[in-house]
């Protein structure tokens, strides 16, 4: 029997998810995992490329596997793990890093953004792309749902597959990205994309006053009396002909439109709260604990075959 399609995607621990990170990336995967053999990781060495802080790193460690379950992953049936327990991720890495070129990396739009403000790109943020079609290429990985900001890190993903197979002979399959229209990039406050980096998010589990101060900052431009940064946010939540009839009710009424979007996520958000309240520190170990076992397990087998190919194994 031909095997199930694999699904891997992964979230960086780097803060608390917003709506962006939830509809762009979690949701499609929550959609869509049962069908498939699963992944679904948390990058804590991609957040690494960032954070300094170890308390506030495993703080958000333990915070997105919580978000994960509360979503809706069922852990039963997902093979649900931690980078930085497989380090069959950095050891490819390296492999894949060997096959690109600098000129191909500068390309990359994380690290021309970092350079384009002035600042000073760490080589981790230069390589990163790499640890992430490891990431993708470890599991022969079908579907990869993600925001269309990672559109090109899928591309880069599909070249380290072929500069290898080119080299080596065939073993990587060539993933493709899932990015769901309507979600690929969600708004934040301020009308660009939704970003950590931005300062502009809606955060998924904030608390109803977090929400509400979000929400209530949300820029109001408008064309013909419909706030379209509140709009395109709140047809997130609500089927677009229940929500032209309130807009078209409610023309320039900002607060009450922003009071009925309010209300609308938290009835999304609140039983997902109580979920992730009722996950405990120990609950998360085990899952992780679970998962690093069988990623490890997989990981293992596939750089086996990458080592056989390249000449290192005597
Ligand atoms: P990260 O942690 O920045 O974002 C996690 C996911 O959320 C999506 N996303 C959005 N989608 C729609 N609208 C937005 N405003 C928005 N903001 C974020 C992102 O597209 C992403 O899917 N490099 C990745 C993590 C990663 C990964 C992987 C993903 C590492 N290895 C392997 C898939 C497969 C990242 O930094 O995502």
């Known amino acids: 029997m031909a095997h199930k399609q694999r699904l891997l995607t992964g979230l960086q621990p780097s803060g ?23 992944y679904l990781m948390v990058v804590d060495y991609h957040a690494l490329t960032t954070m300094r802080d170890p308390e506030a790193l ?26 930085s327990d497989v380090p069959q991720h950095t050891e490819l890495a390296w492999i894949f890093e060997c096959l690109v070129t600098v000129p191909f990396l500068m390309q990359a739009h994380a690290y021309k953004d970092k350079v384009a403000k002035g600042l000073e790109a760490n080589a ?42 080119n080299a080596f002979g065939e073993i990587f399959t060539p993933p493709t990205e899932k990015i769901f229209e309507g979600v690929g990039v969600v708004p934040g406050i301020d009308g660009k994309k939704m970003s950590k980096s931005y300062g502009n998010t809606i955060p998924l589990f904030g608390t109803r006053e977090e929400i509400t101060k979000a929400v209530m900052g949300i820029v109001t431009d408008s064309t013909g009396g419909r706030p379209e940064t509140v709009y395109a946010i709140h047809a997130l939540f609500r089927d677009a002909q229940e929500l032209d ?32 309240n009722s996950i405990s520190d120990d609950d998360v170990r085990t899952i992780l604990a679970n998962g690093a076992a069988t990623a490890g397990e997989r990981a293992a087998e596939k750089m086996q075959e990458v080592k056989a190919r390249i000449g290192v194994t005597v």
């Open 16 to 38: 608390t998810l917003h709506i962006g990170n939830y509809f762009g990336a979690l949701k499609p995967f929550v959609d869509l995992y049962t069908e498939y053999e699963s």
């Open 58 to 83: 495993r703080a958000a460690i333990f915070n997105i596997v919580r978000d994960y379950i509360a979503v809706g992953v069922d852990p039963s049936r997902v093979v649900l793990f931690k980078q």
């Open 124 to 165: 981790g943020l230069f390589n990163y792309p790499m640890l992430m079609a490891a990431d993708i290429l470890l599991y022969d990985t079908d579907i990869v749902p993600v925001g269309e900001d990672q559109r090109q890190h899928i591309e880069y993903a599909r070249e380290a597959a072929s500069k290898f197979n």
């Open 245 to 276: 009839v309130l807009y078209e009710n409610n023309t320039n009424n900002y607060k009450a439109l922003k009071e009925a979007l309010i209300e609308d996520i938290e009835a999304v958000v609140a039983p997902m709260r109580e979920v992730r």
